[in-house]
């Protein structure tokens, strides 16, 4: 069973920055595309983020110039770092792994992606 673990969610301030990680002790993240999604209690999950396998990566429109993705193959790692973070990004962040090639369609939508983490929760709140 293919696994991923989510991590660094916690409870933050507005303003503040967050990294998030995902990582998996079952196959190199360096070899797939992964995502990262956000759902909220009562709302479809949203796609936040994407990165190939070369690294290239797309963000939702509602995110841009605030989240950043990246690859740290060394650690076997994606992360997302969340800059000046507010209330509406609250909600469970979940990375997935899927086998297209990040664009944009794929970074929004959860039909590309197969294997999914249990999320870790981010609560942004003063």
């Known amino acids: 069973q293919v696994q991923l673990v989510e991590s660094g969610g916690g409870l933050v301030q507005p303003g503040e920055s967050l990294t998030l990680s995902c990582t998996s002790s079952e196959f190199m993240l360096d070899r797939y595309l992964i995502g990262w999604f956000r759902q909220v209690p009562g709302k479809e999950r949203e796609g936040i983020s994407c990165i190939s396998t070369s690294g290239g990566a797309h963000y939702a429109d509602s995110v841009k110039g605030r989240f950043s993705i990246s690859r740290d193959s060394d650690k076997n790692t994606v992360t997302l770092r969340i800059d000046t973070l507010r209330a509406e990004d609250t909600g469970t962040y979940y990375c997935?792994?899927?086998?297209?090639?990040?664009?944009?369609?794929?970074?929004?939508?959860?039909?590309?992606?197969?294997?999914w983490g249990q999320g870790t929760q981010v609560t942004v709140s003063s």
């Open positions: 997935a792994r899927g086998s297209s090639v990040c664009s944009a369609v794929v970074a929004a939508r959860s039909y590309f992606y197969h294997h």
